[in-house]
């Protein structure tokens, strides 16, 4: 059974502290020095780089949605059941449009980026903003688990292919009235004809199509060829809640109890804890990640 062993934030300002700067140039070390790290990425990494999906954000793009329905975060009003599929595909068009085919409003993945582009490294990410391919990160070392805004499927699914959505989506945005989009733009499935769904893995129909199975390929081979007991193995989890902690937090923890020469680092405002059976091989930065990173 795992225990709890966390940081507490200062009285002053977090980080004028001490003990935090110290945090921050053991992880600079850590990432100069290992031979391989594998970064584990969640939501909290995109909110510190401003995709924020409530408050004035939230507001500004969708108010005729909030006035209507009531709806309070970009998040839950996506499972609304509209009634009408034009009127679902005005809201999810402008909900892709600006969590993927815009840029994040702070640099926070370039930051990530500079710090371990010249490493051995590799992406394992809930995520679904294509924020670290924007930022320079090699595809061939991301694992998007969960899907990607970018992509189709079909709802049932009759098939398992996906589909890039990015012309059609800003179609919609951009031709939409009413909160509706003309019914010629709705997608259809191009093998059943019935209705398409966003490639998101929200229950039992998330398509786990080529592209992903080739994904989670590689990243078990970088697990295996990199990941060993004696590899001095930086395992960096960024914004991760308590969601799905089985996809990065708890394999995370276990490698490096595995492993003496192991060290894990958590840095994510308000959740930046590890068990205490690995206390002294973590680093916990309980703060904003774009701050720590720079």
Not at 78 to 95: C, D, K, Q, V
């Amino acid at each position: 059974m795992y225990s709890k062993t966390g940081t507490m934030k200062s009285t002053k300002s977090y980080w004028d502290n001490a003990d935090t700067k110290a945090s921050i140039e053991r992880l600079k070390t850590e990432i100069r020095d290992a031979d391989a790290i594998l970064i584990g990425a969640g939501a909290g990494l995109s909110a510190s780089a401003g995709f924020t999906y409530s408050g004035k954000r939230f507001e500004e793009n969708f108010s005729d949605f909030i006035e209507k329905y009531g709806f309070t975060d970009m998040y839950s009003a996506g499972f609304y059941p509209y009634e009408t599929l034009e009127e679902y595909w005005a809201y999810w068009s402008r909900y892709v449009y600006i969590n993927r085919y815009q840029d994040a409003p702070k640099a926070v993945y370039d930051d990530l980026y500079a710090l371990v582009c010249e490493r051995n490294y590799f992406v394992l990410t809930t995520n679904v903003d294509h924020c670290f391919q924007k930022a320079g990160f090699d595809k061939q070392r991301l694992f998007y688990t969960q899907g990607d805004y970018g992509l189709w499927q079909c709802a049932k699914p009759c098939h398992h292919k996906t589909y890039d959505n990015e012309t059609v989506i800003k179609k919609m945005v951009f031709s939409q009235q009413n909160m509706a989009v003309p019914s010629e733009l709705i997608p259809r499935c191009p093998v059943c004809g019935g209705p398409m769904s966003m490639n998101l893995r929200s229950d039992h129909t998330f398509v786990e199509d080529e592209g992903w199975h080739a994904a989670a390929a590689r990243y078990q081979k970088f697990i295996r060829r990199h990941c060993r007991q004696s590899a001095k193995v930086l395992y960096l989890e960024l914004g991760v809640g308590g969601n799905t902690p089985g996809i990065i937090k708890y394999p995370f923890w276990q490698m490096t109890a595995a492993n003496p020469q192991a060290m894990y680092a958590c840095i994510n405002d308000g959740q930046a804890w590890c068990p205490k059976e690995i206390e002294k091989q973590s680093i916990c930065i309980d703060g904003d990640i774009g701050e720590a990173l720079k």
